[in-house]
C-alpha cells in the first residue's frame, strides 16, 4: 500500500464496484471468515459504474467492457448501494491474470480528503469532515482480455467483518481512439 499525496484525480478514469450487500447477505447467510479463503459468489450482486470508460451500457459482474489509451490508469473503489449505511464494502485484494492487459494492482491511499456532508442545522449548506480516501489503481498497458479476481470484505457499522468474498470478472480493454 502507498500513500501518495501526489495523485491526480484527473488523468485518472475512475471506476466504481456497486455492491448490493444486503442481498448478498441474504444469499450467504454465512460467508467466509477467512480472508485467504473468501466465498465465491455468483452473479447479479456487483454493479459497475465507470463514465465515459465504460463501453455500452455499462458492465456486469462478469464481464466489463472498457475503452481507454495505452497507459491510462484507472482507480478502483467498491461502495454499498447504501453508502455508509449499515454495511460497508472494502476491497482488500485484487488478482490479475497474465495477459498483460493490466498491469498488477496497487493501493493507494490519499491521507486527509475533505468529504463533505450536510449540515443538519442548515442543510443547504454544506459542512466538510476528513477522511481517507483509499482505491487501487490499475494501468491499461495493451488491448486485449484480462481476468480479474476481486476480494472483498462486507463490514457492519462497528467495522465487524460480516464476510469475506470474491467475484472473477472478465475485463476487455479496447484502445481508445484518436480524437
Request: aromatic share 6%.
Amino acid at each position: 500500500m502507498s500513500t501518495d499525496t501526489s495523485v491526480s484525480a484527473s488523468g485518472a478514469a475512475h471506476l466504481l464496484l456497486i455492491v448490493d450487500a444486503e442481498t448478498l447477505l441474504s444469499r450467504y447467510p454465512q460467508p467466509s471468515q477467512d480472508p485467504d479463503d473468501p466465498t465465491a459468489i455468483d452473479l447479479g450482486f456487483i454493479f459497475t459504474l465507470g463514465g465515459a470508460h465504460l463501453a455500452g451500457a455499462g458492465g456486469t459482474d462478469d464481464a466489463l467492457n472498457l475503452v481507454a489509451s495505452i497507459g491510462q490508469a484507472f482507480h478502483l473503489r467498491g461502495r454499498t448501494i447504501a453508502l455508509r449505511a449499515e454495511h460497508s464494502v472494502l476491497i482488500y485484494k485484487i488478482a490479475i491474470g497474465a495477459a498483460g492487459v493490466l498491469s498488477q494492482p496497487e493501493l493507494l491511499v490519499k491521507p486527509g480528503q475533505d468529504i463533505p456532508a450536510l449540515d443538519l442545522e442548515n442543510p443547504d449548506q454544506p459542512i466538510c469532515h476528513q477522511a481517507d480516501d483509499h482505491f487501487w489503481r490499475v494501468t491499461h498497458l495493451k488491448p486485449g482480455v484480462e481476468t480479474c479476481e476481486i476480494s472483498f470484505m462486507l463490514v457492519d457499522t462497528q467495522c465487524q467483518v460480516l464476510g469475506y468474498f470474491k467475484r472473477e470478472i472478465e475485463v476487455t480493454l479496447a484502445e481508445q481512439a484518436a480524437s
